[in-house]
């Protein structure tokens, strides 16, 4: 199979494919999320950026879930996957593939896929006998339960199987896996869950079940159609047959031409074992190229609590999205949380930085300069040269730096690092305008300076929106919409062709006497 080099001018990235046994739940809008924000930065940066979600809908979880609902399987993930779908358009989630697994193109992918492993000799029949979690969809080590055999992760009883099972033979690529982690060690980030990681493989990796038996919900083993392929093997193929042109024939080679290998899947530190430890080597068996990284994210918790439906905590992302609108969601994830780590939501701290960053530090500060551009210079830009503005004037030397600084903190995924050292220019030109008073300048006719002092802070509003744009891309366009520009961040072609990153993340663009929007607040404040 013929496979290009890495393209340093594409991007893929993946979220994990969601569980349709229940709605969205805010875990997962997280990651999605995030992965919207990284790609739109991509796009920024004029790179050709290929995200791609979806759901996940085989397995026993899912026959039971729609079971206890009285419907067919089938009906039940259109339903649910209709859900997702729903939620990332309101949440301007801009991905551009959906992967299903009960996609007609998936089972090719899948078949094809399981003859590679198959003629490389790692797959062969043996009996399983282990405590099996069906929420996690996962056999558990009997040193990981809780007392009474639960699942450490849903609390749940597990169940006993005895029976026999096609394996995977991972114990064979121990040493490359080792190699893989010591060779490239961005591989699984962060640290902690590199760690994780490294400390499983090094107690020695076991085979693995890929099969099971008594289960309808899924793809018969192509050499044993008894069997049915383990929801983990078929699921993880989701994100190859993502890589599919629409109506092109479904192969591997055609799905692996021009986006392969992934450049990141972000997914929840829970998920790790089979990103970090299964994939690789199931990758490795059938011949192909590895992704760039797995990092594993934290888990969010309420009010401090883990959030479960037996907590009765759960936060509803709709909800949220109704209430607040899509870009506080996505401010305050990305903006509380350090990513990588765990994270809490809370409603009062919700409220709290949603009216001190958007509403006061970013909306009044936009809201008040617009108006008195509108009032003394005609609703336009304020007139004046770039070149009067010291290499030192408090504004301009913070602008001409954080371009690159935000550019570094984006591409280390820190998110909260980024939004930070952008609104430390927010409150800078905050404390500028009331400390030159503008007002006053031109009530003393000096209109010279009040332009000065006006055009600084317009334009650090300006890059202020623009490297927040891929965290709150709706407020960005209406920042730009009323600074004079037809930019609309939500625009994917427009945007790496109209506002690229090398001519718009730097301080002084912004035009003399181009006609501004009508000025209009921006956010309002949540009381
Ligand atoms: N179907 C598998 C993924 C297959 S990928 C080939 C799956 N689905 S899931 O719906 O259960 O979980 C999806 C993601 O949501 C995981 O990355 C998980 O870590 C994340 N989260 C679930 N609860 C979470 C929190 N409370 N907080 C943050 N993320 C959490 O696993």
């Known amino acids: 199979m013929h496979l290009p080099n890495k393209n340093k001018e594409t991007f893929a990235l993946t979220t994990p494919l969601y569980y349709v046994n229940g709605l969205p739940h805010i875990g997962s809008a ?111 080590e009997e040193r ?185 969601v996505r401010y305050y994830f990305l903006k509380e949380i350090e990513f990588g780590k765990d994270g809490d939501f809370n409603e009062t701290r919700f409220i709290n930085i949603l009216n001190a960053d958007l509403a006061n530090d970013l909306g009044n500060l936009l809201n008040r300069t617009m108006n008195l551009a509108w009032k003394y210079c005609d609703g336009q830009v304020p007139s004046c040269s770039t070149e009067d503005f010291s290499f030192d004037h408090p504004l301009k030397a913070i602008g001409l730096e954080l371009g690159e600084q935000a550019k570094h903190l984006y591409e280390a995924l820190a998110f909260n690092q980024a939004c930070e050292a952008i609104l430390d220019l927010v409150r800078a030109s905050n404390k500028y305008i009331d400390t030159q008073a503008p007002w006053k300048l031109y009530k003393q006719e000096n209109q010279q300076e009040g332009n000065q002092v006006l055009y600084a802070v317009l334009e650090s509003v300006r890059l202020a929106a623009y490297l927040l744009s891929p965290v709150i891309p709706n407020l960005a366009s209406e920042i730009y919409r009323q600074l004079g520009f037809v930019i609309d961040f939500n625009d994917k072609a427009q945007i790496s062709i109209e506002a690229p990153f090398t001519t718009q993340a730097t301080w002084g663009i912004l035009s003399n006497k181009q006609k501004l929007g009508e000025p209009r607040p921006i956010f309002r404040r949540i009381e």
């Open 30 to 140: 997280y990651t999605t999320i995030a992965a919207d924000a990284i790609a739109r930065f991509k796009r920024l940066l004029g790179k050709s950026v290929l995200l791609v979600t979806g759901t996940d809908e085989h397995g026993q979880k899912i026959q039971r879930t729609a079971e206890s609902l009285g419907r067919s399987p089938q009906a039940h993930c259109d339903e649910i996957a209709a859900g997702f779908a729903a939620l990332w358009q309101q949440m301007d989630i801009e991905y551009d593939r959906f992967s299903r697994t009960t996609d007609p193109r998936h089972a090719a992918i899948v078949k094809e896929f399981f003859q590679r492993v198959w003629d490389a000799g790692d797959i062969y029949l043996g009996q399983q006998q282990g405590w099996y979690c069906v929420s996690c969809e996962e056999f558990k």
């Open 144 to 328: 990981e339960l809780l007392e009474g055999h639960r699942c450490p992760i849903h609390i749940k009883e597990t169940e006993w199987r005895d029976e026999q099972n096609y394996f995977f033979r991972l114990s064979r690529y121990q040493t490359q896996l080792e190699t893989l982690y010591q060779e490239q060690p961005d591989f699984i980030q962060p640290a902690r869950s590199r760690n994780e990681v490294l400390s499983f493989v090094n107690q020695g990796v076991q085979d693995f079940s890929i099969s099971r038996v008594n289960l309808d919900w899924g793809f018969p083993v192509p050499v044993d159609p008894h069997h049915t392929l383990y929801v983990w093997f078929d699921a993880l193929l989701g994100y190859v047959t993502a890589l599919l042109e629409p109506g092109c024939e479904p192969t591997l080679e055609n799905a692996l031409s021009k986006w392969w290998p992934i450049n990141l899947h972000l997914i929840g530190k829970d998920i790790l074992r089979f990103h970090a430890v299964y994939w690789p080597a199931m990758l490795m068996s059938a011949g192909l190229p590895l992704p760039g990284q797995v990092f594993g994210h934290g888990f969010l918790t309420k009010d401090g609590q883990k959030m479960g439906k037996s907590l009765g905590n759960t936060l509803d992302p709709v909800e949220l999205v109704n209430q607040y609108g899509a870009d506080a």
